[in-house]
């Protein structure tokens, strides 16, 4: 069963039924990646997470890369997003084959924009949001312990959409 998960600390900037804010970060190239420009293409999928070093992060990245193929048919953009530099961000995405965006929030400034509460009072938050291609906010999914059910979340929001 889907579980639709919202607290109240989300409720000013990333919350179910509004336009998600807008931010640019880089990514592992050092590109800049804007969050609207993926508007009108499909459903997104923006995962914040601790650390790419971290053994639940590094599974819920890997997770995602699994279904990359599975979320494309739906013309779904995944994003993840971790203070972690872009140089990381690199090393990543290279010895994973990574085929989605790694963004580098360094400043933790887009995470405290959307509002992602911190875990265990001091760890960076696991959340995923699932937009719309309006970037409606659809379905958001918090959960610290579960990196790759993020993704299994990521999947079955993004057939909902579609279904629609």
């Known amino acids: 069963m889907l579980l639709l998960m919202c607290s109240l600390s989300l409720a000013q900037n990333a919350v179910i039924g509004e336009i998600a804010p ?4 880089q990514d592992s190239n050092d590109d800049p990646t804007t969050l609207s420009s993926f508007y009108n293409i ?5 995962f914040f997470y601790p650390n790419d070093a971290t053994k639940i992060c590094h ?12 979320l494309e048919k739906y013309n779904t953009t995944i994003i993840g997003i971790s203070s972690n530099s872009v140089a990381e961000h690199n090393d990543t995405v ?3 084959d990574i085929k989605y965006k790694l ?3 360094f400043d933790n400034k887009v995470r405290k924009q959307w509002k992602v509460p911190r ?4 760890f960076p938050g696991r959340v995923t949001y699932i937009l719309d291609k309006e970037g409606v906010v659809r379905y958001i999914h918090k959960d610290l312990l579960d990196g790759p059910g993020h993704a ?3 999947l079955t929001a993004v057939k909902l959409i579609a279904k629609e």
């Open 42 to 46: 499909g459903p997104i999928v923006v």
């Open 152 to 154: 299994d979340f990521a």
């Open 22 to 25: 807008d931010f640019t970060l």
């Open 103 to 105: 963004l580098t929030d």
């Open 59 to 70: 599974k819920e990245i890997l997770a995602f890369r699994n279904l990359t193929d599975e």
């Open 119 to 122: 875990s265990l009072l001091f």
């Open 94 to 96: 290279v010895n994973n």
